[in-house]
């Protein structure tokens, strides 16, 4: 028989705490009861209670602002990293309201090191398409797009779209008709800084995921090169892991 194993009471707290949370009893915005209300609602000790708040806050819950309190700011979005998907089809399956503030939209020299990766001569132009990805009014990350040009001379039409307002991948399956058949994707820790934090409205410093992503056409031929920053406070990734065949322990 398995043994069972009493639930820690600052679990049981947070537990509670999260499920009002998902259940709207606390919405985005509200202030929480301060930790001497938390514990005599919920009769355990201060120390509990810090633990429960730190575990909400670790998973983008809440926020403390000194001085104010303790606030919701929701759940953090979560994706699946095994379909190739753009933001803006995941965040509206997911219920957000989208849209993006385009920072750039123009022509660059490719980046020595993108050079090799798109097979293509140093000094060659490509398309930069950096933009503040918004969900729900709030902005949650700053994706910076190169666009190999050479794979298609109609991604040239990038450049006179209003990509505030439209999905990339919208552009190349249903216009260009681009097919589209691997992406592969670098996850890295980093911080914010400079103008990125101003861009995301947060504190320089803040832990931030590095999303680097590459993708394919059918033709073996890489499209684009994506760099995004995406805040920690508000963003994470799921990956599901599937064995090859018959797991033996």
Known sequence: MDKEYPIPLYYKVYQNLRQKILDGVYKPGDRIPPESELVQIYNVSRLTVRRALEELRSEGFITRAKGRGT?????KEEEQMNVLKGFTDKAKEEGFAVKSIVLENKLVEVPPDLAEVFAIDQGTMVILLKRV??????????ESAYLNTSVDVRLLNILKRDMSKESLYDFLR?????????????????????????????????????????????????????????RGDKYRFK???KTTGVFEK
């Open 71 to 75: 606030f919701i700011t929701g759940k």
């Open 133 to 142: 990805r918004y969900m729900n009014e709030e902005p949650v990350a700053i």
């Open 174 to 230: 249903a216009d260009l008709k681009l097919p589209l058949l691997r992406a592969y994707e670098i996850l890295e820790v980093t911080q914010i800084s400079g103008m990125d934090a101003k861009y995301l409205n947060v504190s320089a410093g803040l832990c931030a995921l590095l999303r680097k992503r590459y993708t394919y056409t059918t033709a073996n031929k890489c499209l684009e090169f994506v760099r995004s920053i995406y």
């Open 239 to 241: 990956i599901e892991l």
